[in-house]
């Protein structure tokens, strides 16, 4: 069995220290993707000063050298894997970015470029932002050739691209929701990748005020006795020292399971 850690939002308005106080004990032994926004633009969030919060301006990465040269080093440590977290992060009057913001193909493809270029990174997955994708969005993403690693708690056909895939995915997602007992209205995590033409997604289970040990250990022990995978989600801004403990119990009891293995997000999808 595979599990994983990725964390989102880290940006322009991100410390070094911020994510060292997170993962500075957890990524030696468990690789990290964080999902990272190349041209930030402010919204509402507590990582992000309140000033820039509706600004409008946008905040290229290289603008914060600190983070830059600290990513890098925890890249070249095989510390982090980078995914794309959408091009700014930016909300509109009607929707997230990746469900109503214009130019979606080009902003994955700048992206990602950019990142790659200025990281040296390799970057095969995307995490959209606020979990929020439009069928636009989607074929975008799809486009770009990228995996997509959210946090989806169902299955709409309607969202996705159709091919014969499509059919075989409703299916195995319609048998594993039967084979767990759960209703049509029951949410859950799939904890297996769907396969697509062009590209591949899988569900994290997130890290949220509220979340308990027990809860993460309960879907740990369900995908496992599918044979499936996991992947925890957090955002580094919102671990305090409540879900910092949970998070540690959680990797420190999946760390004696047999069998068991902490892989880069990535590998979720080999």
Known sequence: MKVAIRDDDTSYFTTPDA?????GDVWDRVPVCLAVVPFAIGY?????PRAHWHSGESFALERNPALVAFLRGLIHSRRVTIALHGYTHQDYADGYEFQAGPDLPDRVQHGRAYLETLLGCRISLF?????????????????????ILGSFLSFRPS????DWRTV?????????????????????????ALRYARH???????????????MLRRHLDEAHQCGGNFCLAAHY???????????????????????????PAEDLFA
């Open 127 to 147: 995490v959209p932002p606020h979990n929020a994708l439009s069928k636009r969005g989607m074929a975008a993403v799809a486009a770009e050739g990228l995996d």
């Open 237 to 263: 801004w919102e671990v305090d020292a409540t879900l910092k403990n949970v998070m540690g119990s959680f990797l420190e009891s999946a760390a004696r399971q047999p069998g068991l293995r902490f892989v």
């Open 44 to 48: 509402e969030q507590p990582g992000i």
């Open 159 to 162: 969202m996705r691209p159709w």
């Open 200 to 214: 591949a997604e899988f569900g994290c289970h997130s890290l949220i005020p509220g979340t308990t040990f027990e």
């Open 168 to 192: 075989t995915n409703w299916w195995a997602v319609q048998r594993y929701r039967r084979a767990t007992g759960r209703s049509r209205r029951d949410r859950f995590v799939y904890p297996h």
């Open 19 to 23: 994510l060292e106080r997170v993962y």
